[in-house]
């Protein structure tokens, strides 16, 4: 870990936009589950939290890495395709902004981790589209096996990748999620699978450090690895900047 707050990476992280109750209020408000904090603190960053809101992609000039964070589905207008009955909870101006933070990064070359919902919009917004309820592809719900319950999977990783450098050729991780990559944009390369063919982790040709993974690494406190792989590359940006 870095020896003091100002030689720590600043690490952007996309937030929700919904309505929520606290105290008195029931307002609309940007929030983010305290795990993606935790775990960027834990290894060795500052969190900096980036609402669908007022998007300015200048933003990232003062950031070393970018999390684009899990979250609700994304819209099927954006890649051309009619909703599934199963596809009900959408945000379309969160997809905007999202994609409008993924094209600065990877034109910036900016230490990027999209997380589940994350992947997704990474492949969207470079040209693929997505299955939109993953049971009908898979037979199973194993994936998001119930309300708020994250599932365990098994992956199997390409070795000469960096989740591979990261995890080797297997991993146990967390997820929650019905749907994943279907058309697999160009320039994007699979480099991790479940046992049932999804799609689990995704890099950027050409970039140093732009992944997407179909789990929940922050939701395991015991394994930041991947966490910690982004957070030491925003270092090297920010010894540079």
């Known amino acids: 870990m870095a020896s003091n707050d100002s030689d720590r ?7 929700y936009l919904e309505p929520i109750i606290w105290g008195v209020w029931h307002r609309d408000a940007a929030l983010l589950p305290r795990v993606y904090l935790d775990s ?8 900096v939290l980036l609402p669908p809101v007022g998007t ?18 994304v819209d099927p207008a ?15 101006g969160r997809d905007e902004h999202e994609a409008i933070l993924i094209r600065a990064a ?44 994250f599932g365990r999977t098994e992956v199997k990783i390409e070795p ?18 019905h749907q994943a990559l279907d058309r697999v944009a160009d320039g994007l390369r699979v480099t991790a699978w479940a046992g049932d063919g999804t799609v689990e982790a995704a890099e950027v040709d ?3 450090f732009a992944v997407g993974v179909q789990w929940h690494p922050e939701e395991n406190p015991e394994d930041l690895r991947l966490i910690a792989a982004l957070v030491a590359e925003g270092k090297k940006r920010s010894t540079r900047r």
């Open 206 to 208: 050409g970039k140093d």
């Open 40 to 47: 960027v603190v834990a290894a060795g960053g500052v969190p």
């Open 160 to 177: 000469d990748t960096k989740v591979g450098s990261v995890f080797g050729e297997h991993a146990t991780v967390h997820c929650y999620h």
């Open 78 to 92: 954006s890649y051309a395709a009619e909703p599934h009955p199963e596809t009900v909870d959408t945000r379309p």
């Open 106 to 149: 990877l034109d910036a070359d900016l230490p990027l981790l999209a997380i589940c919902r994350g992947l997704q919009m990474l492949n969207v917004t470079l040209g693929g589209t997505l299955q939109q309820h993953l049971p009908d592809a898979v037979a199973h719900d194993e994936h998001r096996p119930s309300p708020a319950i």
């Open 56 to 73: 300015d992609p200048s933003i990232l000039d003062m950031l070393d890495g970018l999390i684009i964070a899990g979250g609700c589905d």
């Open 9 to 15: 990476p600043r690490i952007g992280i996309t937030t």
